[in-house]
């Protein structure tokens, strides 16, 4: 890879009751460093490299002068905690913590942040909350509604190969477990429920996955998760924003998310691009190479954003 060894990172974060070390990487281009991006993965346990997603995107960065960092979520790799007893705002005070450690590490030069699908709604709300706040953002696949109308939004996407027949019984299925989730609903309210409806949940689970082997782990994080809207990030975001799209991602809601975004957000911060045939990955197929465009659009906002803040 273009750039020099990776160096280690450690972020501290949580509270003094429950504090957290988070690990991570910094990656510095052979020159002088132009900008610094610090990148969130997506949901789940994901790694400083959110598995394959990030590398790619990483070495076209450095190539271009752009130092990088990245952590392991909570819970993962050498990070302690848990990423499942953490919500979008949590997250966010995560990242800010990755923000400060990596730009101490380079100081003097435009500092973002870069977040994926879930990310995406961490870097929002980081972009409010961080000290030190980023110089710009960047969302991936991020979403622009509200959690819960994103998963909506899954669900339909996910059952829309069923037979008709099959289809709209699925997808209400799914809509009334969000429900549960919405409501704050206790997990045995899901037990309850599913072993109500069994029909119903053999149904959905041929598409979007049986949600009788939801632990009750697994449904806490939906219900902390479930609480977040970014509309309030993004009325108050004050530094340039760059949302870039896959136009046939199946889980984030594309057309939804664009149009909240030129809604909420100051037009002069604004850049939406939504790359023809890119997939939630920014792949022309599942694990293909990225669509044309991407991550050149990631790595020209960074540039443009950092040299306008240098001036």
Request: charged residues 20%; without cysteine.
């Amino acid at each position: 890879m273009t750039g020099r060894p990776p160096a280690e990172l450690v972020a501290r974060s949580g509270s003094a009751e429950a504090p957290v070390e988070l690990a991570g990487s910094l990656w510095l281009p052979d020159g002088d460093a132009a900008a610094l991006l610090v990148m969130h993965p997506g949901s789940g346990p994901s790694d400083r490299d959110n598995d394959v997603f990030f590398p790619p995107i990483r070495a076209a960065l450095l190539r271009a002068g752009v130092a990088v960092a990245s952590f392991d979520k909570r819970g993962v790799g050498r990070s302690t905690g848990s990423w499942q007893e953490v919500g979008i705002e949590e997250q966010a005070a995560d990242l800010g913590a990755a923000l400060e450690a990596a730009a101490a590490r380079v100081p003097d030069v435009p500092a973002g942040i870069f977040g994926h699908s879930q990310g995406g709604w961490v870097a929002l709300e980081a972009s409010r909350r961080g000290s030190p706040a980023p110089a710009f953002v960047v969302t991936s696949s991020g979403p622009a509604v509200p959690v819960l109308e994103q998963e909506r939004s899954s669900a339909r996407s996910a059952v829309a190969a069923l037979p008709a027949a099959d289809r709209e019984a699925a997808y209400a299925t799914a809509d009334a477990v969000l429900t549960l989730a919405e409501d704050g609903a206790p997990f045995a309210d899901l037990v309850a429920w599913v072993a109500a409806h069994p029909a119903g949940t053999r149904t959905l689970a041929r598409a979007w996955g049986d949600a009788a082997e939801i632990t009750e782990e697994e449904w806490t994080h939906l219900v902390r998760l479930g609480r977040y809207d970014p509309v309030p990030a993004l009325r108050g975001l004050a530094v340039p924003l760059l949302a870039v799209f896959g136009e046939a991602d199946t889980v984030t809601p594309v057309a939804a998310s664009v149009a909240v975004l030129r809604r909420e957000v100051v037009p002069r911060l604004l850049t939406t691009v939504v790359l023809p045939g890119g997939d939630h990955r920014m792949g022309a197929t599942a694990g293909g190479a990225f669509v044309p465009g991407y991550p050149d659009v990631v790595v020209a906002f960074a540039l443009d954003a950092a040299a306008r803040r240098a001036r």
